[in-house]
C-alpha cells in the first residue's frame, strides 16, 4: 500500500470529469485500498480518485468512529434522492482548513460496484449522504467551494494559492 498526494484546490486537474471504470481490476483493488490508507492518514471522511489524480468513477468513504468501516464505491449512481434538502458544514482534503455551508439531499440511494467488482447498494442518510454526494461531485470535476458564493470563492482561492506558496518556500 502506497500514501498518494492529494491535489489541493484551485489545481485545474480537480476539475476534469473522471470516466467510468471500465472493470474492477487489480490495478483498481490497489488503488483503492492506498486512497483508503490516504484518507485515513489525512484524517478525512472520505476521498474521490479525482484528487489523486485519477479520472476514474472511484471513491472511498468511512464515516465510522473508529475508521474501520471503510466503503469502496466504483462507478457510483444516485438512483433516489430525498424531497427535503438540509445545509451541511462541509470540508475537503484538497481545501484543507476551510469549512462551509452547502446544501445537499438528506438521504440518497447509490448503486455501485464494491472492490470485488460486486453490485452493491447503500441507502444513506445523515453524515454518510452528505459524504456521497460531496464525493461524488468531485468524479465530475466539482469542489464543494463552487457552491459558495463568488466573493467567498475568491478569498479561499487566494489564501489556499498564499499558503501552496509558502510551503514551496
Ligand atoms: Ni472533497
Known sequence: MALLPILCYPDPKLHKVAKPVAEVTDRIKTLAADMIETMYEAKGIGLAATQVD??????????????????????????????????????????????????????????????????????????????????????????????????KRNRIKTKMLKAQREERA
Request: with cysteine.
Open 54 to 151: 485519477v479520472h476514474e468513477r472511484l471513491i472511498v468513504i468511512d464515516v465510522s468512529e473508529e475508521r474501520d468501516q471503510a466503503i469502496v464505491l466504483v462507478n457510483p449512481e444516485l438512483v433516489w434522492t430525498s424531497a427535503e434538502k438540509r445545509i451541511n458544514e462541509e470540508g475537503c482534503l484538497s481545501v484543507p482548513g476551510i469549512y462551509d455551508g452547502v446544501e445537499r439531499f438528506d438521504a440518497v440511494h447509490v448503486q455501485a460496484l464494491d472492490e470485488h467488482g460486486k453490485s452493491r447498494k447503500i441507502e444513506a442518510d445523515g453524515m454518510l449522504a452528505v459524504c456521497i454526494q460531496h464525493e461524488m461531485d468531485h468524479l465530475l470535476g466539482k469542489v464543494f467551494v463552487e457552491y459558495l458564493s463568488p466573493l
